[in-house]
């Protein structure tokens, strides 16, 4: 009876010794989820200022020179580079190892869109050109990486959500928006106007400003309205020819000028410079459309003349049209 009796207690006490072990791997995995929860809401607060910041700068600028806004995209780049590092330390349960691997490449995507944007910024406030256009136009396919971040970032962040349910933890990922108006800052019109209002400050005196005149679509010489569906037949290479005009009283350098074709299996753009516009002048920017666009398919053609330094208005800089091509 006392060897029964103690064997019982010794059985009991390694399940308690057991329950107490496990008791303590579940304290301490309940703790790395809790602590992997905290160090990313850490992160997604620093983020969200960083977005604000940078979104303020662009809508902005203040008293700020060309060079101090350079000076403040690339502390903002810097920022980036060290919260994407900050990502790729974090103590991961192996539960999230697939979302981790989201969130990984939603800061890195966030961090080459900062870095490319700064090292762009100095062209897009410079000396207008075939350059400076080339350099608004990247600016503005950096900021689809913004977009792309957001939707990693939001996967992740449901995943996250799901895994902590499961283990009955009663936490939540914290969110994090990057680009929070896609539709002003995917804009290339919209970029270049931000842009040109930092640059105010190196532009000559008089007023600024360009417009569209006229669209012509070749084969055929055909003159594009905004309000009337155009057909356009006809052999030859399809090209654009855009009419622009100096509505200022400076000679405008670096005109750009560039379309999207969109509607068909891939979406057809691109961009050119016109050299001077003199005040008062008109100068026509010709632009190949390559490769052939979608046959019998109505398509969307727009056209864009990027705002020069100094210009205000620019309602007149966009035009759209419903082409077809025979």
Request: proline share 6%; hydrophobic share 35%; glycine share 8%.
């Amino acid at each position: 009876m006392r060897r029964a009796v103690g064997i019982g207690v010794l059985v009991v006490v390694l399940i308690l010794i057991i329950l107490g072990i496990k008791g303590c791997l579940d304290a301490r995995k309940t703790r790395s989820f809790e602590n992997y929860v905290s160090d990313l809401r850490a992160v997604t607060a620093q983020t969200n200022q960083l977005s604000g910041d940078f979104f303020g700068k662009l809508s902005d600028p203040g008293n700020a020179s060309p060079l101090e806004f350079e000076a403040e995209i690339a502390t903002d780049r810097g920022t980036a580079e060290n919260l994407s590092s900050r990502v790729d330390a974090l103590s991961t349960p192996g539960e999230l190892s697939d979302a981790q691997s989201e969130l990984k490449l939603a800061y890195s995507l966030r961090a080459q869109a900062l870095s490319g944007i700064s090292s762009a910024i100095s062209t897009a406030l410079g000396n207008p050109g075939p350059d400076r256009t080339k350099a608004v136009t990247s600016i503005t396919d950096y900021m689809q990486y913004f977009l792309a971040s957001d939707v990693l970032y939001k996967q992740a962040q449901d995943q996250i959500d799901s895994v902590l349910s499961d283990q009955g933890i009663d936490e939540k990922a914290p969110a994090s928006v990057f680009m929070t108006d896609p539709g002003r800052w995917l804009d290339p019109l919209q970029v270049a106007t931000a842009i040109s209002a930092i640059s105010t400050k190196n532009v000559t005196a008089g007023a600024h400003g360009v417009a569209i005149v006229q669209t012509v679509v070749k084969p055929g010489n055909v003159q594009l309205s905004p309000d009337t569906p155009t057909t356009i037949s006809g052999s030859g290479a399809p090209e654009i020819d855009v009419e622009v005009s100096n509505q200022g009283s400076a000679n405008e350098k670096g005109v750009g000028v560039s379309y999207s074709l969109t509607g068909g299996p891939q979406t057809i753009d691109g961009t050119t410079t016109i050299g001077t516009i003199a005040p008062g002048g008109i100068q026509t920017a010709t632009l190949p459309i390559h490769p052939q666009p979608e046959k019998n398919v109505e398509l969307t053609l727009e056209v864009t003349v990027l705002p020069v330094p100094g210009e205000t208005i620019t309602t007149n800089n966009r035009s759209t049209y419903q082409v077809t091509f025979r």
